[in-house]
């Protein structure tokens, strides 16, 4: 009696299926898979599964054939990728023995862009620096960003002057009669679509505007008396008049 000994492990692993991938963020991708199995051929020995290797191009209509690794695991996260960026994957199985499956299906993933951390420019451009100004003005600034401008808002001694602006050429009006007289501090607040925010230099300016005329008369005067009446004088008295700057004198009439 005698007992032969099985041939060498000649059959590749079944091929990986359901290969997944999934973006992390802007430089990783992971990828999972279904584990492949070593078949029992009737007189071979079975190895069993030893790794998986993985396979990887740039696009999305590439072949994967530059191996990128190999694992014994079922997944995988590939990172220090470049963001914005397709990467297709495919995945084969070798057992023991070195044998290897054919590639699996192709499964493709595009990394998210990166987040923008550029924050805009913004400049004030009317009115100038150290210039004097009265009445209604017209506050200007233009503003830039890498990606997209949100918004422009105008401030007068750090308080905002008028609504913000989303739309360019930013500008506002801002009435100088609110403010006293004197030098004044006018800044802009620019801010991205991702909330990136610039303040532009400070310009300042002096406000220079005329008290308003006074077109009202002051009250007439009351309760005129006369007292203390010789031949020739006479002591005159009333109540006092008011007025909203203020009266400078009286007129007596005879």
């Known amino acids: 009696t ?17 290969v997944t991938t999934s973006v992390v963020g802007a430089s990783q991708i992971n990828l999972s898979w279904t584990a492949s199995t070593d078949p029992t051929v009737a007189g071979q020995t079975t190895s069993g599964v030893s790794t998986y290797n ?6 999305v209509s590439c072949t994967p054939t530059t191996l990128l690794t190999t694992t014994s695991q079922v997944s995988y996260a590939n990172t220090g990728l ?8 495919a995945v084969s199985a070798s ?20 987040p923008d951390t550029t924050p805009p420019t913004v400049s004030i451009t009317a009115p100038t620096n150290s210039s004097t100004v009265s009445g209604t003005v017209n506050l ?26 989303t739309v360019s050429p930013y500008t506002t009006s801002w009435n100088t009669s609110t403010v006293s007289n004197g030098t004044h501090t006018i800044t802009a607040v620019a801010k991205d679509s991702s909330n990136n925010q610039t303040t532009s ?4 300016v002096t406000v220079n505007n005329a008290p308003p005329a006074d077109t009202t008369a002051p009250s007439t005067p009351t309760s005129l008396t006369a007292s203390n009446i010789t031949s020739g004088a006479a002591s005159i008295s009333w109540t006092a008049s008011t007025d909203a700057v203020g009266v400078s004198g009286y007129k007596v009439y005879r």
Do not use: E
């Open 54 to 59: 993985i396979y990887r191009c740039s696009g």
């Open 140 to 165: 200007t600034a233009t503003a830039s960003d890498n990606v997209l401008m949100s918004s422009v808002q105008f401030k007068v001694d750090n308080v905002n002057v008028g609504s913000l602006d």
């Open 82 to 89: 470049t963001s914005s960026t397709s990467y297709t994957y």
């Open 201 to 204: 230099g400070t310009i300042t």
């Open 95 to 114: 057992d023991v023995a070195g044998n290897t499956s054919s590639k699996s299906s192709n499964s493709t993933a595009v990394t998210s862009a990166a």
């Open 2 to 18: 005698f007992t032969t000994q099985a041939s060498p492990d000649t059959t590749a692993p079944t091929v990986p299926t359901g």
